[in-house]
């Protein structure tokens, strides 16, 4: 039974195919449209998985809109109500996209089929697509779920628990009370980009100190001990209007919010800083809370807060679970797979399937004919190797040499992490490969770290770290690792330790394990590099450059390579160092074509 699942008109759509259990295919539509976090219909996510599946829109027994969307209208119809006349400015604004498309969902996901499938359209609620997504793939018997997010149609958090193919929710928090839009309106106050800047302002938050912490608790958030809140409205202004924040917001946390790509100063360091330790503790209350509730050892995590890595740190180290399963796929593109699977098991109650994700490989893949293809225009010059492991070999070679690779092999990765098939890999060990990475390949800020990837198993040497942590979604401390001292962003230049160019000042690094067998050359790669330099780890970041979707074809690997610095490009069994290939124009525009986010 084939059932298409499509996650839309928000951020990050995507489009995901569910059969018998399983995930066939699974892409977010920014891929193919190389417009970041593109919100549209994903037409063309849709048709590559149907593809992928090798089905025809006939073929499909069921298509599951991952949120209700009558209820979103509903809250949308109410809300405004509520602060009227305040609320009429956003009614206005949203309506448009309402009348055109989200009312009328039906006939959009049949035009959007081709007219081609007859069979039902169904809707999952929000919070209950990213449950699914939580519980189904992980490798849980039972387990205790929580999502927590911006908001979908009222819910904000919910939690249940899973066993078997059962899944129950048995409490939610409802909006205006969110924990996601709390984050997004601090992002927003220091200059970031809202449903996208959230992981810079995560990123900051070690340079800063939590001196508004206590502020937050007491005059915005009202925090009992389950870890539910009340919001102080009169601070917020996505209830009524089209701003995050109001004036009393800025009055309380000194000044207007900061202007995007203005230099950062210790106050959005020390805003960052706070509102990390409120988010925290909130994740940490509401864990205790459902562990309290359920009594169960596992925890699955969804929802666009789940991405917070260092609260996931903390809730392993702290909190009251043995395990965590954390869906990779966390914000809504994950509901994509969340609204198929719900249905699947829940409403059709068939058995659950070993590790239906597998390591999330779950995107398009190029075989050498089209890689060739992709190559032939820009006369490129590339190496043939004997085998795997002279290829693997000589990748291990170039980062031991201090190159960085570029590294494009096998399937895309579903969810916003690269884990190994769409990645920047560099030796982490050497001092100024952070910025050297940041600043001649990313074209971003210097202040964040980037992650390490390390062979599954020896993360406890490296990192405080003893459980797998495949999708990146954990932060630990670095062993032999300080945290620096002073103020200011240029603390990063003096990060010490093993490994500086993966550990952030704080002497923590957002670690990915990397197993045999989960779909990656990457496990290959790092058992290379250790044979050379003693040293199981990688510098591991999306092959991209700022703004930029991570690369889909093998053709945006190329211009990626050739417009950045770089050193050598795999793609596929390939391999192209810098030096070899004829120069290629167009490096400026290339760049200036994604917008900064
Ligand atoms: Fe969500």
Redesign the pocket.
């Known amino acids: 039974m084939n059932i298409l699942g499509i996650s839309a008109f928000f951020h990050d759509s995507a489009a995901a195919l569910v059969r018998d259990g399983r995930l066939v295919a699974a892409a977010e539509e920014e891929r193919f449209t190389r417009r970041k976090h593109d919100d549209a219909f994903p037409a063309r996510a849709i048709g590559w998985c149907l593809e992928a599946g090798g089905i025809e829109p006939a073929d499909l027994e069921a298509v599951v809109f991952y949120e209700k969307p009558l209820v979103k209208f509903g809250r949308l119809l109410e809300t405004t109500l509520a602060f009227a006349p305040r609320g009429f400015r956003q009614f206005l604004a949203a309506m448009p996209p309402w009348l055109k498309t989200k009312l009328h969902l039906p006939r959009v996901i049949d035009r959007g089929l081709g007219g081609g499938y007859a069979g039902p359209i169904l809707f999952t609620g929000?919070?209950e697509s990213?449950a699914a997504s939580a519980f189904y793939p992980s490798p849980f018997e039972e387990a205790a779920i929580l999502t927590i997010?911006?908001?979908?149609e009222w819910s904000t958090a919910a939690w249940g628990t899973g066993q078997g193919n059962r899944l129950r929710l048995e409490a939610e928090l409802r909006f205006p009370h969110s924990p996601?839009l709390l984050y997004s309106a601090f992002t927003h106050h220091c200059g970031f980009r809202v449903n996208s800047g959230e992981y810079k302002l995560m990123g900051l938050a070690p340079y800063g100190e939590p001196r508004f912490a206590d502020t937050i608790l007491r005059e915005v958030v009202d925090l009992r001990p389950d870890g539910s809140f009340w919001l102080d409205q009169s601070f917020f202004g996505y209830g009524s209007g089209l701003r995050m924040t109001s004036r009393r917001f800025d009055r309380l946390f000194g000044g207007p919010a900061r202007r995007p790509e203005a230099p950062l100063t210790d106050r959005e360091m020390d805003l960052a800083a706070s509102i990390q330790r409120v988010i925290e503790e909130i994740v940490l209350r509401m864990a205790r809370h459902v562990q309290a509730e359920t009594e169960m050892e596992n925890l699955c995590l969804a929802?666009?807060v789940a991405l917070n890595c260092v609260a996931n740190g903390r809730l392993l180290r702290e909190g009251p679970f043995e395990r965590l399963w954390i869906q990779p796929a966390a914000?809504?593109a994950g509901?994509a797979l969340g609204g198929p699977l719900a249905y699947w098991h829940g409403h059709l109650g068939n058995p659950r399937v070993a590790d239906p994700q597998a390591g999330s490989f779950l995107g398009p893949a190029y075989d050498a004919a089209a890689i060739e293809a992709a190559l032939r225009p820009f006369d490129a010059v590339a190496e043939r190797f004997p085998d795997e492991a002279a290829l693997v070999a000589a990748i291990a070679a170039e980062l031991a040499a201090g190159r960085i690779v570029g590294h494009f092999h096998g399937r895309a990765e579903f969810g916003p992490r690269a884990l190994g098939n769409r990645s920047i890999l560099a030796d982490p060990r050497r001092p100024g490969m952070q910025r050297r990475l940041n600043l001649a390949i990313k074209f971003r800020e210097s202040f964040r770290p980037f992650a390490p990837a390390v062979l599954a198993g020896r993360q406890g040497s490296f990192f405080d770290l003893e459980a797998e942590s495949p999708f990146m979604l954990l932060v630990a401390g670095v062993r032999g690792a300080a945290p620096v001292d002073g103020r200011g962003l240029d603390r990063v230049t003096r990060v010490g330790g093993p490994l500086p160019a993966v550990t952030h000042v704080d002497g923590s690094a957002r670690v990915q394990t990397v197993a045999a067998g989960r779909g990656t050359r990457l496990h290959a790669i790092l058992e290379a590099f250790d044979r050379l330099t003693g040293c199981p780890v990688l510098a591991n970041t999306s092959f991209n450059i700022r703004g930029e979707p991570i690369v889909h074809d093998p053709a945006d690997a190329y211009r990626c390579f050739m417009h950045t610095q770089i050193d050598s490009l795999v793609l596929g069994d390939l391999l192209l160092r810098r030096e070899s290939q004829p120069p290629l124009a167009g490096a400026a525009k290339y760049r200036h074509s994604f917008p900064a986010d």
Do not use: S, Y
Request: proline share 0%.
């Open positions: 929000h919070h990213h997010d911006g908001v979908g996601g929802g666009g914000g809504d509901g």
